[in-house]
């Protein structure tokens, strides 16, 4: 399990030495593909397992020199090694090495990504049925519309979450790949069976086709699936924040002894992670806008995505799987407010149930819609002036006078009318 409270394991992933370990890995496979093929004899090859090791140091002194960061590496690789060094990178360009570790690399964050997409999604479904019949009041462009409850908030969540895995994987497989196939995609000094067989010994899948590079839909792909992960988290974070407003108070992220919200002012509890959250989402955005940048190079490959990756790569997942880590302890130590949740019910004084009263209206009386629509509309916006309860003003009417029962027209007004579908809802997610 990861260490959700940090970022030591992607960071792990995407440090320096990690790196060249994969690409080591790629060079390592290479060279037992040609062994296999009789190009590297035998004793070579176990010379070249036996030593084969590298210097981050040593890399970093020979490409400031060179300014070359896989010469660098294949160089320091090779003087470890001694005489069968020269086995080493054998028919290989560099984007052969970088590309196909890049590619385990990808995937190896993204397994991280997903682990901790299924413990936010445990703590959402936990909440989910804990709530699941707890009514509240639903709204839509921020006004209050009609009772839901608040365990289908988190349900929806759940069910985004599902399909942000979905992305997950789809991207995973999408990234699973390698290329072995030479300067411009040819395989004119390396032939595709050293392709197939390095990407087997590596649990990739050979790209069909392509050029000095595997192309970077691919890795867009990848920062895209990051970014719309993250929309999903800024959804979930926005709407705490909104339900954490001293207008609302319904929900609370957590808040720690000795915390302190401003200052300047002593009182304040403000939804700093929620906030954070929203904030971060803006960056994976970025990050997927500059991955679909990428996209269109020179010709058979230029250089021009190279400098973007080392930077959006580590940082999109750093940032994602941060924002993880916040929604899930938001998540694990929510405060709920169930009587202010009930009070914000019975806000608006029955406005919540005019859908209802009118089609109540229109099965009870002989008149057109649009008159019906009038006599609620009247009644409902009187209510929001503070004329009186909505109910109470509709039994005044003198337009409705003798024309619905008091216990008929009271029966209107009950929250769990709105909800009795909740379970339904729940059994198509197997809760």
């Known amino acids: 399990m990861i260490d959700r409270y940090t970022t030591a394991a992607m960071s792990k992933i995407w440090s320096e030495e990690n ?5 080591l890995q790629v060079e390592l496979a290479a060279c037992r593909a040609w ?3 009789g190009r590297i004899p035998r004793e070579a090859l176990d010379d070249i397992l036996k030593k084969a090791a590298f210097s981050v140091t040593r890399i970093g002194e020979i490409e400031s020199t060179v300014h ?25 360009t560099s984007s052969d090495v970088l590309d196909t570790a890049s590619s385990l690399m990808l995937r190896d964050a993204l397994a991280l990504v997903k682990e901790a997409v299924l413990e936010l999604d445990a703590a959402v479904t936990e909440k989910a049925l804990k709530y699941k019949h707890l009514p509240c009041v639903g709204r839509t462009h921020g006004i209050h519309a009609e009772p839901m409850t608040l365990g289908l908030k988190f349900l929806n969540w759940h069910a985004e979450l599902q399909r942000d895995l979905e992305r997950v994987d789809l991207a995973a497989s999408q990234i699973s790949w390698g290329k072995i196939s030479g300067a411009v995609g040819t395989y004119a000094l390396c032939p595709p069976e050293i392709e197939a067989r390095v990407c087997e010994l590596l649990g990739l899948s050979p790209a ?25 988290l800024e959804r979930m974070a926005m709407e705490v924040r909104h339900l954490q407003r001293t207008e609302v108070g319904e929900l609370y992220e957590p808040f720690g002894s000795g915390q302190k919200g401003s200052s300047a002012m002593p009182h304040k509890r403000n939804p700093i992670k929620s906030e954070r959250v929203c904030g971060m989402a803006r960056l994976l955005r970025g990050y997927a806008l500059t991955a679909m940048e990428n996209v269109a190079l020179w010709h058979e490959r230029d250089i021009s995505h190279s400098s973007t990756e080392r930077v959006i790569w580590p940082d999109a997942f750093h940032t994602v799987h941060f924002m993880l880590s916040d929604m899930r302890d938001i998540l694990a130590k929510l405060t709920v407010d169930e009587k202010r949740i009930q009070e914000d019910l019975e806000l608006t004084h029955g406005l919540i149930y005019s859908q209802r009263v ?3 209206l229109l099965d009870e009386l002989a008149l ?8 609620v509309q009247d009644n409902a916006m009187l209510t929001a002036q ?9 039994k005044k009417d003198p337009r409705l006078e003798g024309l619905i029962d008091a216990e008929k027209l009271a029966s209107l007004f009950e929250a769990n009318f709105y909800t009795r579908y909740v379970d339904r809802i729940f059994e198509r997610f197997g809760l």
């Open 208 to 232: 069909l086709v392509s050029n000095q590079i595997l192309q970077r839909d691919r890795h867009a792909q990848v920062l895209s699936a990051l970014a719309l992960l993250g929309c999903g």
């Open 35 to 37: 062994s296999e093929e």
């Open 68 to 92: 070359h960061d896989v010469i660098a590496f294949v160089t320091s690789v090779a003087e470890s090694i001694g005489e069968n060094g020269r086995y080493v990178h054998l028919g290989l």
């Open 368 to 375: 057109p819609r649009e008159a019906v629509y009038e006599i």
């Open 19 to 23: 790196r060249f370990a994969l690409m």
């Open 358 to 360: 009118m089609l109540a």
């Open 386 to 394: 503070g004329g009186g309860k909505f109910i109470d003003l509709l």
